[in-house]
């Protein structure tokens, strides 16, 4: 769930990005007395998300202005159907549609494309989860994205948990230490709340690393042979990851290799924004 404050954060910078001096093309015509009322419509089908965000860009540019939502974050809806609405001073509609339609449409593109994702391994054990590939300054509401289609959050930061990649491990071999000591003693040094993750690319990586009781192993652009090998070398001593190479037309045979979680950094970075449209109606 994203909080009131993050939002509010980031819909006011983009306010202020937008109209860092006003609008002065509401200002020069259109009535201060006047009011409006628009709809946010779908233009196409998809899966929503932003819901509070998109009423925070009307809210923060003016409190008069009321947003009504009609859809939920993770609802599906229909091409036409009305997704929200929104009444207040004309000006402050005019001002904040940008914004507003901005930050819900790249979210409900997110959402839309996640659950094309969830469904193609919804009948294995598999969770569709996200990357640290992210906007800048907008992760949190990127990820939210993700979970309303019905994916999973991968961890949100470098502070959440130890994840070691190919150019940590490779930093390590040079200094001469192996793999397996290099895990425990960073176990060591760790509080016990800290999960590790390792990721590998190969399947005569994968015993060192669990010697060391590693909690994840990420395969790492493994072939669909390779993954399901590896899958049986773990034996369910660790959570297995797929990562890489991952597309909606290879993601069903990747889940179907039994590994636990499936990453996909498309799901934030190739997302395309959702067709959107505030259909608007001057009231006087």
Request: contains cysteine; proline residues 3%.
């Amino acid at each position: 769930m994203l909080a009131d404050i993050t939002i509010d954060r980031a819909v006011r910078a983009a306010l202020d990005e937008d109209a860092p001096w006003g609008d002065v093309t509401s200002a020069a015509l259109i009535p201060e007395t006047a009011t409006a009322t628009a709809d946010l419509v779908a233009r196409e089908p998809g899966t929503f998300a932003g819901g509070a965000v998109f009423a925070a860009a009307f809210r923060l540019t003016d409190p008069r202005v009321q947003t009504t939502l009609r859809t939920a974050d993770g609802e599906r809806f229909a091409a036409g159907d009305v997704l929200a609405q929104v009444t207040g001073p004309a000006r402050a509609v005019l001002t904040a549609e940008r914004v507003g339609l901005n930050f819900t449409q790249r979210m409900a593109g997110i959402a839309t494309l996640t659950a094309q994702y969830a469904a193609e391994v919804a009948h294995t054990r598999a969770r569709i989860v996200d990357t640290r590939k992210t906007t800048p300054g907008l992760r949190a509401f990127d990820k939210h994205a993700v979970v309303c289609g019905g994916g999973h959050n991968h961890r949100f930061s470098l502070s959440d948990a130890v994840m070691a990649k190919d150019n940590h491990l490779g930093v390590l071999t040079a200094q001469g230490m192996s793999v397996t000591a290099a895990l425990q003693l960073a176990q060591a040094r760790l509080p016990h709340t800290v999960h590790i993750e390792v990721e590998v690319d190969r399947l005569d990586q994968i015993e060192p690393v669990l010697a060391a009781g590693i909690g994840t192993i990420m395969l790492d652009n493994f072939s669909l042979e390779d993954l399901r090998t590896g899958v049986a070398q773990v034996a369910g001593r660790a959570i297995v990851e797929a990562s890489g190479g991952v597309n909606l037309q290879t993601v069903r045979r990747i889940a179907e290799t039994g590994v636990d979680v499936i990453s996909v950094g498309a799901l934030t970075h190739g997302a395309r924004a959702l067709d959107l449209g505030l259909d608007l109606r001057i009231a006087g």
